[in-house]
């Protein structure tokens, strides 16, 4: 698996860029779904609102227009990874649950609490998160719960996440899942646990206005 695929699950990598306003109307046997995961819709509703959440903490962080239009031009598939995310988050969380793991709410405030201290106080650490791996604040304690659940189920596998052993486990559950993602999104890689490209070229994205068009 490419490398940068295996870092998103750690540190999700949800990139900086424009949210497209988006074309078409969704599958035909799940209208209005992003993708549809263990028989659970992800919206494209949700998946917007999740776009938007990283674009207005940049926003909120960037006030200089001149930098801002740069995070904005530094790529056009943030709403592709960030569906690829959200995926891989119920995968993840379905193969700790396969191994009997959990995370409770202590675990998580207590990763957080030491990331703070490294980080210089909450903000700082919020800043770092959005800045490095496109987090949103709203979401820092679900991205480090996730983080959590992964450390454990690679130390009851007898890995890491970086190994072979680790990634299979998250494929079986992918196989579980019966991942079905919008075909404008790509497809799902059930080996891989990834989401790839499809190569549809008439399924595109339209940013918002005043931002450029990103192929699809």
Known sequence: ??????????????????????????????????????????????????????????????????????????????????????????????????????????????????????AGGSKGLQTAWLQKYGIAPERLDENLRLQIEAQKLATKLGTDTTQPAFWKALSQASRELHIDLNPRYGTWDVAKSSRTDAKTPWVREVTAPGTEQQPA
Request: glycine share 6%.
């Open 1 to 118: 698996m490419h490398r940068r695929r295996r870092t998103a699950l750690l540190l999700t990598a949800a990139l900086a860029a424009a949210a497209p306003v988006l074309t078409a109307c969704g599958n035909e046997a799940h209208p209005g779904a992003a993708a549809v995961v263990g028989g659970q819709r992800i919206t494209v509703a949700q998946l917007e609102n999740r776009v938007n959440e990283v674009r207005a903490a940049q926003r909120a962080a960037v006030p200089d227009e001149a930098q801002y239009q740069q995070v904005l031009a530094s790529t056009g598939s943030l709403t592709r990874d960030t569906l690829h995310n959200m995926v891989l988050d119920r995968v993840l969380h379905r193969a700790a649950q396969d191994q009997g793991i959990t995370v409770t709410r202590k675990e998580t405030q207590q990763m957080r609490a030491g990331l703070e201290q490294q």
